[in-house]
């Protein structure tokens, strides 16, 4: 009977799992400090651009970006714990482009014409 080398396949399911993009479990504690400083207004703005393509306002983007992109990435985490892998990955990256949107607009806002 042929024996089972198990390494070789320990190492392809490892080069595998790694390319898919991934979140790491929620830190509780942590979205608990976020949840102080970001009101849920704010919050529904980004779901419904993240999930939605909804616009975001420019006092939602001053919001996301005061409390920072660790709580960004913990209630995103938060938000797609049990999710499917295909919208998962599709939330990250509207995530990842929610936050940039909101950084250029809020460190370079466009310039009022005169």
Not at 23 to 38: G, I, P, R, S
Request: glycine share 4%; aromatic share 12%; proline share 4%.
């Amino acid at each position: 009977m042929a024996e089972i080398k198990i390494f070789p396949i320990v190492v392809v399911l490892f080069l595998v799992g790694s390319t898919f993009p991934t979140l790491e479990a929620t830190d509780y504690k942590v979205l608990a400090k976020c949840k102080k400083h970001f009101s849920i207004k704010y919050a529904w703005d980004a779901y419904n651009y993240i999930f939605h393509g909804r616009p975001i306002s420019d006092k939602s983007c001053q919001a996301i970006v005061a409390v920072g992109k660790k709580c960004h990435d913990t209630f995103l985490s938060w938000t797609l714990e049990g999710s499917s892998e295909i919208r998962r990955s599709k939330a990250l990256a509207r995530g990842n482009q929610l936050w940039n949107h909101c950084v250029l607009n809020t460190i370079a806002p466009a310039s009022s014409s005169y």
